[in-house]
């Protein structure tokens, strides 16, 4: 899959953009007169962005930010970096872009203040033009990270984004200024609407013409419109325009199809800006009865909360890690990310783009009230606006953004001004996008506080978000059924929800403990009965740092660790949210000292029946009955099953005795056999090394994931084994190795891990073309080695 990052942007002659990445001088901790031009850094550390200083640094149960962001330190850092400008200018401008820095960041340039941005998510930039000069240029960045605490989950420190120089002339298109989407499709045909703001600095009113050329994925001119424009000096200039589309081919979740909307302002013949924007042409709509509609065509919302970091590599994300991640996600069935709880990284949503994952882009996880003593309630009154409008203006254009999230469990959700706040949030909203719904994760709907009608009823036109919509007394059962009797026009989703997490096979010898999770099952057979509930987005998709307590350093909720292997969870999901084949099962059979003894065996299944055998001996078929069908066309004549089920819960049970050996289940769906077998596993013998492409590039955003495994001498996968593994690299470098134990709190910037469970994750960058050799050794195991290709 190609792979988009920063350093792929293709500047246009008229809007010059330099990736700013490289080339960093960085200290930690404050320092006095480090903003002006003249201060000496010369020994500071040299870095490229982006850069994570947190991740960098051990955990400290001492920390002011505690277990909230994984026990992580945090504190101030100043980054500072000496640039030319090739071609400079006095006609041009010139803007300085930051994707995104955690947190309180102040710019200078050449000893000139620009400003303050506190959000530590929002996207900003700032006009550089009035005292850039050809060379000799110095940015100074001061983070202020210091105030703990400040989140409620780990967050990162620094300039953890891309940030880049951009030039254009002094009559361009306003930052995040062209808007496209699909007004309507009809037969052949789609309308797509553009609307445009330029601004005008010059001291004299620019004639020219404003085009958009919209270019297919092979960068095929397929349509364009133009129209002729007079722009005042000194002012900015809004444009509405239509293009139609003939035979265009939808945006949907099997074929993610993109186009590239070029938009350019012309002085007669001469280019004066140009803006590439993604566009998919595709429809939404939410219907009171019938849920999420996709290009007319029902979808239900089979969705995962993610918070923001990458495992081994912080906060500092490259775009990769996260594509692997959604292609994980994919081919388990998910279809749906909701951005717990804050604006994600420009990069993870170009990535849902190209995957074909719908987003739900959520803004703040607090607004007047406090959850935190330094979080963003210290800045909601004076910032929300400009922190709002940056997600909605920035993102807008992505098709894979189909809903906007204003909060996650505000607790002026029963406030006297949490209405007031609401219904001004959802009209900025409509204001910057009228496209899309708005919603938030509102978790007190029922509690013994709960949130006012007031504040639900703000979200009556648009959707209103359940956390844990089986929480409560009675609506452990009913769920969202008491509401929508009330409010037949209510729009509903789970914003947040239980999920199937736990440790990646870590198993406890439980005996005749259960395996699945009712809860989680009873919530999902209400959400796939019902259409009207547009979706449900489990906590969590990955495990994240913070949101813990000591000696660990995150949480375990999701059903991938954060190497993005799988735990058992993960089969659950995929055997209710596909349609293809599933046959898992849990746990391990390797529980010596307890031969003889009776334990529980599970299976996540979606085939018609499943027959276990436990060393060769049958313990009988089951099955899953779910829906539940009836007769088919009249008394006596049946569904047409060949095998009726044994349970209505989403998964299968067997007590067995266990001894040591081998157990397999045989399952049958459409006609087709389909095996599992798991084997008792003997000690580690040797390693076993993959990665997760032949072949990747050099880009930064790009990085090659190698999975280290132990193996016993028969091939087996050792699941409890936890022996240190070095690694020595040639032609790359670790950036970060993890195993998913969230309680090895050794350094993840380093070549050497212990191993959780038989597994560990090595993330690797390259900065010139060859081949990469990667060497695997622990004591006492045969080594291993791979090779591929950096290109």
Sequence with gaps: MLLLGVCAVAAAQSREITNFDADWRFKLGDSSNAQTAGFNDKSWRNLDLPHDWSIELDPVESEPGGGAVGYFPTGIGWYRKHFSVPGFSNDKRYTIEFDGVYMNSTVWINGHELGTWPYGYSSFSYDLTPYLKASGNVIAVRVDNSLQPNSRWYSGSGIYRHVRLV???????????????????????????????????????????????????????????????????????PVVQTLVVENPTLWDLDNPYLYTLRSVILDGNKELDRVDDVLGIRTINYDIDKGFLLNGKHVKMYGVNVHHDGGAVGAAVPARVWERRLEIFK???????????????????????????????????QWVAPKN??????????????????????????????????????????????????????????????????????????????????????????????????????????????????????????????????????????????????????????TLRYDYVIGDFMWTGIDYYGETRWPSKGAGSGYLDNCGFKKDG?????????????????????????????????????????????????YGRKGIEFPRF?????????????FRGTTTELHLEWDVEYQPGEIKVVGVKNGQEITEVVRTFGDPARIRLSVDRPEFTTDPDDVAHVTVEILDKDGNLC????????????????????????????????????VWCGMALAILAADKAGTVSVKAEAPGLQGAEITFRAK
Excluded at 208 to 236: C, F, M, P, W, Y
Excluded at 331 to 357: E, K, Q, W, Y
Excluded at 630 to 642: A, D, E, M, P, S
């Design 331 to 365: 081919s388990g069935g998910c279809n749906a990310i909701r951005t717990a709880h804050n604006p994600p990284d420009p990069t993870f949503l170009d990535a849902c783009d190209r995957v074909g994952m719908l987003v739900m882009d959520e803004a703040f996880d």
């Design 373 to 526: 003593p330094y979080d963003y309630n210290l800045h909601f009154y004076e910032w929300h606006e400009r922190d709002l409008a940056a997600m909605v203006m920035r993102d807008r254009n992505h098709p894979s953004v189909v809903m906007w999230s204003i909060g996650n469990e505000i607790k002026d959700q029963y406030t006297e001004v949490g209405p007031g706040l609401a219904r001004e949030m959802i009209a900025q909203c409509h204001k910057l996008d009228p496209t899309r719904l708005v919603t938030a994760g509102n978790d007190e709907i029922a509690s013994n506080t709960p949130a006012t009608p007031e504040y639900l009823a703000a979200f009556e036109n648009d959707i209103v978000g359940y956390n844990y919509p089986d929480r409560w007394r009675e609506r452990k059962e009913l769920m969202y059924a008491i509401d929508k009797a009330e409010f037949p026009n209510r729009r509903v989703v789970a914003t947040e929800s239980g999920g199937n997490g736990g440790s990646r096979g870590n198993y406890i010898w439980g005996g005749g403990r259960g395996i699945g999770n009712l809860d989680t099952e009873e919530r999902w057979k209400f």
């Design 167 to 237: 030039a254009t002339s002094k009559t361009y298109f306003e930052k995040w200024g062209v808007f496209n989407y699909t007004q309507e499709i009809q037969g052949d045909k789609a309308v797509i609407k553009i609307q445009s703001s330029i601004i005008n600095e010059l001291k004299s009113r620019m004639n020219g013409t404003v085009r958009h050329i919209l270019l297919d994925a092979n960068g095929k001119q397929v349509a364009d419109t133009s129209v002729v424009v007079e722009i005042l000096a000194g002012t900015k200039h």
């Design 719 to 754: 699941k409890n084994a936890s022996d240190h593994v070095k690694l020595t690299v040639s032609g790359a470098k670790v950036i970060g190795m993890e195993s998913g134990n969230m309680r090895d709190l050794s350094p993840t910037k380093s070549s050497e891990r212990d």
């Design 570 to 618: 993960w089969w659950f999901f995929k055997s209710i949210w596909t349609d293809e084949p599933v046959l898992h099962l849990t746990p391990y059979w390797n529980f010596p000292g307890h031969e003889g003894e009776i334990m529980r065996l599970g299976c996540y299944t979606n085939c018609e029946s499943v027959e276990l055998f436990v060393n060769g001996k049958s």
């Design 630 to 642: 009836g007769l088919t066309r009249g008394w006596g004549q049946g569904n047409g099953r060949f």
